[in-house]
């Protein structure tokens, strides 16, 4: 579309609603009170949050756990902030995995009720949610039940695992079945950290800041995802669609240390990668938590546009303006823009946008 074409659309759609910013590749229409519907390039898109958290309050009271943040348990506002923000479908996930060191019939019980209630509040709106389930990684031989049920039979869309569990890391071969199964499936599973608890007892991360948060929780999918790479897990399931919270931790941020590593100690790299560690970062997938435009920059350089998707990590107010960091990233073509806030998170679920 030529850009006096285009013009010429914004000033319809102006006078046709409110309307903000006719300027640049990229049009945004918005009315107080309803739902702000983005717009690129002319064409309306349905943007997803792959990022976005909630809690089953029926399945955290079998565990007696308590997390009172407001805005967990799905209610009226939930809908309304996502119209605000210009969010029209959110991947919902549950998180921390408070279930991980419970008694195995425990977890299961609690997973499985949680699973239900999940899909049940997707399928009230299905428009506006959709489910990533839980499993007990902590019993694998459950876990691959609990996602091939979720998915099969309860409609979800994936999985959410922690970054490691219980000290064990995603790249153990005890949880292969695991991998096979989602890959087989072709469902997504989204890495979230758990925090480093090791780190956290030694007393590190203490202190102002919320460090066990800002740090631990990147360095922990950082280091879940250079375990998947370097024990050969990305090779040994190559089509499993892996979703790495927090824009990948650290990893993405100086992956080329990790490629020099195996060169400049090869004795002490005992596992044959089929490619080097950076070439993997495009089978992986990550949300587009940056906060700066540089930071999505240097992200995109990384791993490519066709392997982000948008993240908020709602209801927590990390931030309110995804969409528009998207939308107003320089550099990218509409193409990009869209795949970034839609087309890339459909996929991974498997769905059409
Ligand atoms: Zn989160």
């Known amino acids: 579309m030529t850009l006096s074409r285009r013009n010429l659309l914004c000033q319809s759609m102006a006078a ?179 925090g480093t608890p090791e780190l956290e007892a030694s007393g590190r991360l203490k202190g102002n800041g919320v460090l066990g948060n800002t740090i631990g929780n990147p360095l922990e999918t950082t280091i879940a995802l250079s375990h998947l790479i370097f024990e050969g897990t990305l090779d040994r399931y190559p089509e499993a669609k892996i979703l790495g919270a927090h824009a990948g931790g650290y990893l993405p941020s100086y992956i080329g240390r990790s490629d020099k590593a195996c060169e400049t100690f090869p004795q002490r790299c005992t596992v044959a990668l089929k490619r080097r560690p950076s070439e993997y970062l495009r089978q992986l997938h990550f949300d587009s938590m940056t906060f700066t435009a540089e930071g999505l920059r240097h992200l995109i350089a990384e791993v490519g546009a066709s392997q982000i998707v948008m993240g908020t990590d709602h209801p927590f107010p990390w931030t309110k303006t995804a969409v528009d960091a998207i939308l107003n990233q320089p550099g990218l073509n509409d193409d990009d823009r869209v795949a970034m806030l839609s087309g890339n998170a459909f996929r991974l679920l498997g769905m059409k946008a």
């Open 16 to 194: 046709a609603v409110a309307f903000i910013g006719c300027s640049g590749r990229w049009a945004l229409a918005q009315e107080p009170q309803r739902r702000r519907e983005i717009v690129v390039n002319g064409k309306r898109v349905r943007t997803v949050d792959m990022h976005a958290h909630c809690h089953i309050p029926e399945a955290t009271a079998l565990a007696s756990y308590k997390e009172n943040f407001p805005g967990l348990v799905i209610g009226p506002e939930r809908t309304k902030e996502m119209d605000e923000q210009g969010i029209d479908v959110e991947a919902l996930s549950i998180n921390p995995n408070f279930w991980d060191k419970l008694d195995r019939d425990l977890q299961a019980q609690i997973v499985k009720l949680q699973n239900e209630k999940l899909a049940e509040l997707c399928t009230k709106e299905p428009e506006r949610f959709v489910g990533l389930g839980s499993v007990t990684l902590a019993h694998p031989d459950l876990a691959v039940e609990q996602v091939e049920y979720g998915v099969k039979r309860l409609g979800l869309r994936g999985a959410l695992v922690g970054g490691s569990v219980n000290g064990v890391e995603l790249s153990d071969r005890r949880f292969d079945p695991f991998w096979a199964k989602a890959e087989a499936l072709g469902v997504a599973v989204f890495i979230h950290p758990q």
